[in-house]
């Protein structure tokens, strides 16, 4: 894109070589490091040309066809192609594609479908859940009141008595599913079942999961859900922010009303198009198989790391994350997460359910199979990486091991590059 020459600021990123350096390194770490993260992933170029585009230029607020400014004739059409792909996607009837991000989303829906103080049952954040599902420290946690549920201690899965006992004691206006690391499948007809009993909604968060849902690959939340949130940028690979979606039409106004102006003001646009492509390719049939090849890749990865000894929560993984149970190499996460990135893989932390040690320094490490396969790794080079985890987890403190793993992942890395020129 050219640019013109009147004017203040014309040049492009070479006029800012400090920033210009740093983006370059960033570009560089991705290349040439391995991504489990399992919040991340690696977007299409046409994703990161939407994002980049003039529409960071435009200001809307309201919604589509009924703003507040005008000139909103192209934001208009993207933000219903937005909605209408969405829709498509996930076979229901509204969407609401401007929250800025997967936890306002969340503070949109409490905001719109309950009143302060009401009662919101949610998962634990130790067992897996959100933090914007009413974590004490956020301001969902301070304006409603939440009860949590978590796993069962044998299984390791959400149990649906305790649902039920809990609901039952403290009927809440709202039930809410999905989680962080929740690494296995979820009941949603039955989840549906204990709302009904209570009169609540059921809501969905379903960040984690959306690529694996949309592709028929893990149990749809609809028609069980009332409404269901998401990120856009996670399994679905797109778009930074948020997304709400829901069939009766009865409560589109307080959905949308509740993200703006409830919790947020004008639209991100540029982020809406980065939606709109992210939903109209994950509408193609290579969706599909990439979503088949990061369940293939996660379950081959899960399996290596259980062939070498390592305890994986609930057993397994019924989607693109798992959590790897530390306690029995008494190594805490937070230096297996430290070794692992000198080797060029990068972890997180995590908690797992009943932890005894605390967060700082947790018994657990959360993977995810989302970028790696997005870049093209299969099963042969997620063994390899089971085998690089298991050596680095085996003598975390040797540097030249780090170091000579670092190299072999950096030469992997080559062959999968990840914006090819
Ligand atoms: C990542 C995540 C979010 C939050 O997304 P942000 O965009 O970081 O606000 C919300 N819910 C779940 C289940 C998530 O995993």
Known sequence: MSFCHAGYFTQGLDADPELAAAIRGELARQQDGIELIASENIVSRLVLEAQGSVLTNKTVEGLAFARYYGGAEFADAIEDLAI???????????????????????????????????????????????????HPATLTGRDYGIVRYGVNRETERVDLDEVRDLARAHRPRMIVAGGSAYSRALDFAGLRAIADEVEALLMVDMAHVAGLVATGLYPHPFPHAHVVTSTTYKSLRGARGGLVLWNDEGLSDRINHGIFPGVQGSVMLHAVAGKAACFGEALRPE???????????????ADALAAAGLRLVAGGTDCGLMLVDLASRAITGDVAAKALERAGLAVNKNQIPFDPRPPEAPSGLRLSSNA??????????????????????????????????????????????????
Request: proline fraction near 2%.
């Open 84 to 134: 209408r792909r969405a829709t498509r996607l996930f076979g229901c009837r509204f969407a609401n594609v401007q929250a800025h991000s997967g936890s306002n989303a969340n503070a949109g829906v409490f905001l719109g479908l309950l009143k302060l103080g009401d009662t919101i049952l949610a998962m634990d954040t130790a067992a897996g859940g959100h933090i914007s599902h009413g």
């Open 287 to 301: 969706f599909r198989a990439y979503n088949q090849a990061v369940l293939d890749n996660a379950r081959t990865l």
């Open 372 to 421: 790696g396969t997005a870049r093209g790794f299969g099963g042969a080079e997620f063994r390899t990486i089971a085998g690089w985890i298991e050596q680095v987890l085996a003598t975390p403190s040797d540097e030249v091991l780090t170091a000579r793993i670092r190299a072999e992942v950096k030469a992997l890395c080559a062959a999968f590059p990840i914006y090819a020129a």
